[in-house]
């Protein structure tokens, strides 16, 4: 079974930065590529970003293009999302998820198999 576990959420005034992480452990390989989502209350769940199981290709949300980067460790479990620049409009819970897809980008809930339990990020000052 895989776990997946989020950190680095909190309180930021706007305009500010956050670095999330999501640590990866239980029986899986490597190679599966990963995304984080985000959900606001009373909204869907939104794609935010995906990077491929290589670290070398990378998709993002147009709510967060140029402002959100994806990356990952080249040999370990952990993906990150830098956030910067940000707004109140981003206020939501931030779930990690792992998808075994190595073709191609992933943009929907159903196409992952495996999520954290979500971190909260608030935008206010």
């Known amino acids: 079974q895989v776990q997946l576990v989020e950190s680095g959420g909190g309180l930021v005034q706007p305009g500010g930065s956050l670095r999330l992480s999501c640590v990866v452990s239980g029986r899986t390989d490597s190679t599966y590529a990963m995304g984080w989502f985000r959900q606001a209350p009373g909204k869907d769940r939104e794609f935010v970003a995906f990077?491929?199981?290589?670290?070398?290709?990378?998709f993002y949300g147009d709510s967060v293009k140029g402002r959100f980067f994806i990356s990952r460790d080249d040999s370990g479990p952990t993906t990150y999302l830098q956030m910067n620049s940000l707004q109140p409009e981003d206020t939501a819970v931030y779930y990690c998820a792992r998808t075994l897809s190595r073709v191609g980008v992933r943009k929907s809930v159903g196409e992952y198999d495996a999520w954290g339990q979500g971190t909260q990020v608030t935008v206010s000052s």
């Open positions: 990077i491929n199981w290589s670290g070398d290709m990378t």
